[in-house]
């Protein structure tokens, strides 16, 4: 038996669950509302402020599917209660972030600046910078792999490198470091 498939999901208060048709899981609470289509060898009970996932077969199909589907329905239910955030810095001289709106605007060493429109799911703050801080951006959601999603693309536009370790890097982050070039010894 799968650990994590077994494993019931609880409800929080404020946070209500509808199976339709099809097998789709609606998840609505403060923070927003979150669908997901399950399997249909899946099944899926709701009762007494849990939802339960049950396998028909021990096929490794089967098996697997049974603790994704409960790992999605979790990190939904977390979403619409609490909301998922993450933190990235920008590390690197001249490099900065400015958010209009929904727009962000980049400079990044580039000769250019880029810019993203987040979908409207997602809520970026950019914290005020200190003097000898980075400046850092901050992203916020219900919806955890759209949010993963976002914060890949804006890494990308500037992955950090292994020698200073500038770009685009989240808070916490560890990076693998190289040493540079040393003198030649005679």
Do not use: W
């Not at 958010?99 to 429109?117: D, K, P, V």
């Not at 200190?130 to 949010?147: F, T």
Request: hydrophobic fraction near 35%.
């Amino acid at each position: 038996m799968s650990r994590i498939g077994k494993l019931p999901v609880s409800l929080p208060t404020g946070v209500s669950v509808q199976l339709c048709d099809g097998n789709v899981l609606k998840v609505k609470g403060p923070l927003g509302e979150l669908s997901q289509k399950i399997d249909s060898d899946i099944k899926v009970i709701v009762e007494d402020n849990q939802i339960k996932f049950e396998r028909p077969t021990d096929q490794p199909r089967h098996r697997s599917m049974h603790g994704l589907y409960r790992a999605l329905v979790h990190n939904m239910v977390v979403g619409v209660s609490e909301g998922f955030s993450t933190q990235q810095e920008l590390v690197g001289v001249g490099y900065r972030v400015a958010l209009n709106g929904q727009l962000l605007s980049f400079s990044l060493g580039y000769s250019h600046e880029i810019q993203l429109m987040l979908p409207t799911e997602v809520k970026a703050e950019v914290p005020d910078v200190r003097k000898g801080e980075n400046p850092r951006l901050v992203l916020k959601s219900c919806d955890k792999q759209l949010l993963g999603q976002v914060a890949a693309k804006i890494r990308s536009f500037r992955a950090p490198e292994p020698y200073k370790g500038k770009g685009i890097k989240f808070v916490g982050e560890q990076l693998r470091r190289k040493a540079g070039k040393t003198a030649a010894a005679k």
